[in-house]
């Protein structure tokens, strides 16, 4: 299976489609935004650091992301292929992965890139709930992805919570934070020739269906 990176602005939909394609193809998930809250709820010195920046809408030091990278990209769930949901967002952060990836003998696969207007991304963002447990994404204002009881997961039956960063306010911030620094990266995979640009229709099937295009093509 081909390695998927997604790129894309906060809230177009990267962790719901990572979800469903987990789910058809068995990829491996990896979303470095859960892996830092991870460290968040366990107290760790990269929580620790990680905790201000994430709720001030900054990125976290492409040190430790690449740490992170390192340690879960070699893990066995990532074997036959994974996506990388949220990484890399600096072109710094993809020159250390293309070496990474030299050491390993392992292939980039393809990015793709999911188009979004700001203001649709930001309506999604605040009104996107997750479950603490399971980490599944919904959203209160959309039919598709509503629990189906209100405010509880459907799998864990837990109350589901609202990410401290998914602030109108800090939502503005994370957008400047991936207008100057990611958007870069869309230049350094077009000339690689590995990207794919899908859009973030409002049915999340639909945006999974022109996902799986890609890959199976
Ligand atoms: P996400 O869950 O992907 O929206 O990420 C949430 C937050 O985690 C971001 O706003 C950043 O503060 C931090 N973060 C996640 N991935 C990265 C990364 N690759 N580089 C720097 N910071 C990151």
């Not at 990896?30 to 010195?45: A, P, V």
């Not at 040190?63 to 390192?70: G, R």
Request: charged content about 35%.
């Amino acid at each position: 299976m081909k390695n998927i990176i997604f790129l894309a602005p906060p809230a177009a939909g990267k962790g719901t489609l990572s979800e469903m394609l987990v789910e058809k193809y068995g990829y491996g998930h990896i979303s470095t935004g859960d892996l830092l809250r991870e460290e968040i709820k366990n107290k760790t010195e990269i929580g620790k650091q990680a905790e201000s920046l994430m709720k001030e809408g900054k990125f976290v030091s492409d040190e430790v992301i690449i740490e992170l990278i390192s340690n879960r990209i070699t893990k066995s769930d990532c074997e036959n292929g994974y996506i990388l949901d949220g990484f890399p967002r600096t072109l710094n952060q993809a020159l250390k992965y293309d070496e990474l990836l030299d050491r390993l003998g392992k292939e980039l696969g393809v990015v793709i890139y999911i188009n979004i207007d700001k203001e649709v991304a930001m309506k999604r963002a605040c009104s996107r709930i997750t479950c603490p447990k399971c980490g599944r994404i919904y959203n209160k204002y959309s039919n598709e992805m509503k629990p189906k009881k209100d405010g509880m997961c459907d799998d864990c039956n837990v109350p589901l919570t609202q990410r401290a960063d998914d602030s109108e306010e800090t939502f503005i911030k994370r957008f400047d934070e991936y207008v100057n620094k990611t958007m870069p990266l869309y230049d350094y995979y077009k000339n690689k020739g590995v990207l794919k640009v899908i859009e973030a229709h409002e049915s999340k099937f639909e945006t999974f269906n022109d996902a799986v295009k890609i890959i199976e093509d």
